[in-house]
């Protein structure tokens, strides 16, 4: 009897030692306690940080009042009420406040027709991960700029030789100023000479042309646009500035199209009026 029995416990011994050693090896990954398919962790990169800006201005409320007045003079037969709606300027349709406003004026006389016009854009990158909101909205601007037929600046780790002649967009000093980065630091209403593009007679005003601006937000640059001349119609001389100031993108329009034919817009007071205006939207920004 004593047999029999001994014989009945042995094998569930060793049954339940096979069970537990097969247990044991399913449960070591090698003393670390992990599923072998795990992969090892990685910390994720740290997202760009986000613009400065995270509202934007109410359009007709930016601009400095004297100087639309100023740049839009009115006629004097207006009545009080409609020289208050031209002043007041008309906001532009936006579906998002938050990141494209704008605002237009207009202003007619019997000697002639001006129009200014200021819009806002604030640039968000959706992917902080690889763009930040300011290297996104530098995207945007360069791509205006090309548009434009401006030349890109030139990395400030790569100056320009001096004398090459090809940086005059560039954000780095140059010991040899080129004619678009004179011009810029002459300042719009001065007459430095003939510029390429301007009529050779002597009491024509020089035309400064369209370029790259200094000094005004992150970046700028300035379009000049002078319109067909017609039979029957004056030459209307447009102006747009451009520019950067972190990941808000603003642009300033300004055209002046006189009533007699034959009548071309200065240049340089033109160029000076919008100038002034831009210069103001930025140290606004920067209160």
């Not at 339940?16 to 795990?38: I, K, R």
């Not at 945007?140 to 548009?147: A, E, F, R, S």
């Not at 300042?187 to 601006?213: D, F, K, N």
Request: proline share 10%; hydrophobic share 35%; glycine share 10%.
């Amino acid at each position: 009897m004593q047999r029999k029995s001994v014989r009945g416990v042995l094998p569930g011994i060793v049954m339940l030692a096979a069970l537990t050693a097969g247990l044991t090896a399913c449960t070591d990954d090698g003393g670390s306690g992990t599923p072998s398919d795990s992969k090892p962790g990685t910390k994720p990169g740290v997202p760009a940080q986000p613009g400065k800006y995270r509202s934007l201005p109410m359009p007709c409320k930016a601009a400095d009042a004297k100087r639309v007045k100023a740049m839009l003079p009115a006629a004097e037969a207006l009545t009080p009420e409609a020289l208050e709606a031209q002043y007041a300027g008309v906001a532009d349709a936006s579906y998002d406040a938050g990141r494209r406003v704008g605002c237009r004026w207009t202003a007619q006389t019997p000697t002639e027709t001006r129009l200014l016009s200021v819009g806002f854009e604030r640039v968000v990158s959706y992917d902080r991960a690889t763009t930040s909101d300011d290297d996104k909205a530098r995207q945007v601007y360069l791509g205006q700029l090309t548009k434009a037929h401006l030349p890109a600046p030139v990395p400030s780790a790569s100056p320009t030789p001096s004398g090459s002649g090809s940086g005059s967009g560039s954000t780095a000093p140059s010991p040899t100023p080129t004619p678009s980065t004179s011009a810029a630091a002459t300042g719009a209403g001065a007459t430095p000479g003939t510029a390429p593009g301007a009529s050779g007679s002597p009491s024509a005003p020089p035309e400064l042309g369209s370029r790259v601006l200094e000094e005004l937000g992150n970046e700028a640059f300035l379009e000049d646009k002078l319109g067909t001349a017609g039979a029957t119609a004056a030459q209307a001389r447009t102006v747009r500035i451009v520019f950067r100031t972190s990941n808000v993108i603003v642009t300033v329009e300004y055209s002046v199209q006189p009533a007699p034919p034959g009548t071309v817009p200065p240049s340089g007071e033109t160029q000076d009026s919008a100038r002034q205006l831009a210069q103001a939207l930025v140290e606004r920004f920067n209160e």
